[in-house]
């Protein structure tokens, strides 16, 4: 019944509104805030009149990586979305925002399986620690229309690496897929054979974040060699974001 | 509602339908001020811009949610906006006070352990002037003591719990937090009187 009072409410909202509430309280206050149009109606002028401070700071640029990084993810998403709404499958089981524990997954079972040592890992603890993906890299790779081919995933600190084909690959007049690594100061480095369907895991010869750090930009190509020196031909590209 | 509200407003009702180009038009428009705001309160780029990227993908999951009226009063994209940056800001500030408190520094950290609060400028409290004056109610803000919008700026700017700002202030928690209440209580009643937020 203390939330009766429109004062106190107010004042909580207040608080809520400019972080003062303490962890407990500010819990337990968005509850409140769900199941009230009142509560709700305070927080949100609270949130203008505050809001309104906010206009003596000045604008800063952030690196252009921010949104590499918002674009994979939020792409990554909306694949997932429409694919499980369009197609169901196993997709409908994770909705749209489980890609990165889905990968997680499938990396950990693959490091249970290849090297139980390694299954007790803080990927695993990032992994279960609630509505955030794991710490990541993760590339959204498509053709020249910029149609979504190829998911590539990997825990930072892990070394399984998981494909997965989005969009319909035909298979090369001759020859194989390979995924390759950019780096944004070094020579391109092959980390595998791309799948034609489905999906795979791979294990990768060190940690993503000591392979993945610098790299930029992940692509597909068309080799007719068996360990090629160099890419070939493009045929899938997409950039390298770190989910953190 | 101004023009750029208006497109803001109109971008996040596409955002909602699944339109990335809006969405990617939402981040042109708004990210830099959004990251300022984030960059004020967390110190370090790269801790800010990990808190921008939440916020963002926040932003896309949650563009239905958006209400441009509640309970018959107008709600503007901007400040809708603000409000998930600074709830995300402030997650991460908990986040690193409460690991300072328990665990040994990540090393991850450490680059952006080196940018203070305190190194930042202008200052919170200048922050505060600037805004009110903007906003023409410095003469009704200035009404308050010193250390009154000084507490408040600190709270706001910086995302400081009541007692980080105590600590800061070296004053006692109980007056710290009078001090904000008051100031809060100020500053509702001055835009009220300008007829910006009831």
Redesign the interface.
């Known amino acids: 019944m203390r939330y009766a009072d429109p004062r106190l409410v107010d004042q909580l909202a207040a608080g809520y509104v400019l972080g003062t509430l303490a962890p407990h309280a500010r819990a337990r206050f968005e509850r409140l805030r769900r199941d009230r149009g009142d509560v709700d109606l305070a927080v949100a002028n609270w949130e203008a009149r505050l809001g309104r401070l906010a206009q003596s700071v000045a604008p800063v640029k952030p690196s252009p990586r921010v949104w590499r990084a918002i674009e994979a993810r939020t792409r990554a998403l909306a694949m997932l979305h429409a694919e499980s709404n369009g197609g169901g499958r196993w997709l409908n089981l994770v909705g749209t925002a489980l890609a990165g524990l889905v990968a997680g997954i499938a990396a950990s079972v693959a490091l249970f399986m290849l090297a139980p040592a390694l299954i007790v890992s803080t990927d695993q603890v990032a992994m279960h620690s609630g509505e955030r993906l794991p710490q990541s890299y993760v590339g959204l790779l498509t053709d020249a229309k910029g149609d979504g081919k190829l998911l590539v995933s990997s825990l930072r600190r892990g070394k399984v690496m998981t494909m997965k084909v989005i969009g319909p690959i035909a298979p090369p007049a001759s020859g194989h897929l390979v995924l390759w690594a950019v780096p944004a100061d070094g020579p391109a480095f092959a980390l595998g054979a791309a799948p034609l369907a489905g999906s795979t895991t791979s294990l990768l010869p060190d940690t993503s974040e000591k392979l993945l750090a610098t790299v930029r930009k992940l692509v597909v190509t068309v080799e007719t060699v068996e360990a090629p020196a160099a890419p070939g031909q493009v045929v899938f590209s997409g950039n390298c974001a770190k989910l953190w | 509602m101004n023009p750029d509200s208006a497109r803001l407003q109109e971008l996040l009702a596409l955002t909602a339908r ?1 339109d ?1 180009a809006a ?2 038009e939402v ?1 042109d428009r708004t ?3 959004l ?3 984030a ?2 309160m967390l110190g370090g ?1 790269h801790v ?3 808190v ?3 916020a ?2 926040s932003i ?2 949650a563009a239905a949610l958006y209400r441009s009226r ?2 018959g ?1 107008e ?2 994209p ?3 906006l ?2 998930i940056v ?2 995300k800001a ?1 997650d991460a ?2 986040v690193r006070t409460r690991r300072k408190e328990t665990e040994l520094p990540d090393p991850d950290d450490s680059a952006d352990d080196g940018n203070t609060h305190a190194a930042i400028a202008p200052g919170a409290l200048e ?2 002037q ?3 004056q ?2 023409q109610i410095q003469d009704c803000m200035n009404a308050l003591d010193g250390s009154h919008r000084q507490s ?1 700026a600190l ?3 910086q ?1 400081l ?2 007692s980080e700002v105590a600590a800061q202030m070296g004053a006692p928690l109980g007056s710290v937090k009078a001090w ?2 008051r100031g ?1 209580d100020k ?2 009643t001055c ?1 009220a009187a300008q007829g ?3």
């Open positions: 699944g990335h969405f990617a981040y990210h830099a001020h990251f300022g705001i960059l004020r780029e800010a811009e990990d921008l990227q939440e963002f993908v896309w999951k509640i309970e009063q709600i503007q901007m400040t809708w603000i409000a600074r709830n402030l500030l908990r922050l505060l600037q805004a009110t903007a906003l408040l709270a706001y700017y995302g719990s009541h904000i209440r809060l500053l509702k835009l910006a937020v009831p």
